[in-house]
């Protein structure tokens, strides 16, 4: 018998775009370059510097807001910047 966990629609599809999104974050972060995070409400700019702020979840990648807090970046669109 299945759990409800285990019947949720397109469970490892949200995975699997989580872990791209947060390995295309490092990936930029890490050659130098800078991110910029377009959220509903304004953009921002992460840098090297704050590679401690990501993190990779079960459905999707977050950054801190905050000391404790993490918003989600499922809806967010992630440029590179010069």
Known sequence: ?????????DRFLLWHRARK???FIMN????GKRIMVCS???PKIYDSRHVDMFKCGKTACYVQRGKSN????????????D
């Open 28 to 31: 930029t972060l890490a050659s």
């Open 40 to 42: 509903a409400t304004k």
């Open 70 to 81: 993490y918003d989600s970046l499922e809806y967010s669109k992630l440029a590179v910047v």
């Open 1 to 9: 018998m299945l759990s409800n966990e285990q019947m949720k629609k």
């Open 21 to 23: 999104q947060y390995a």
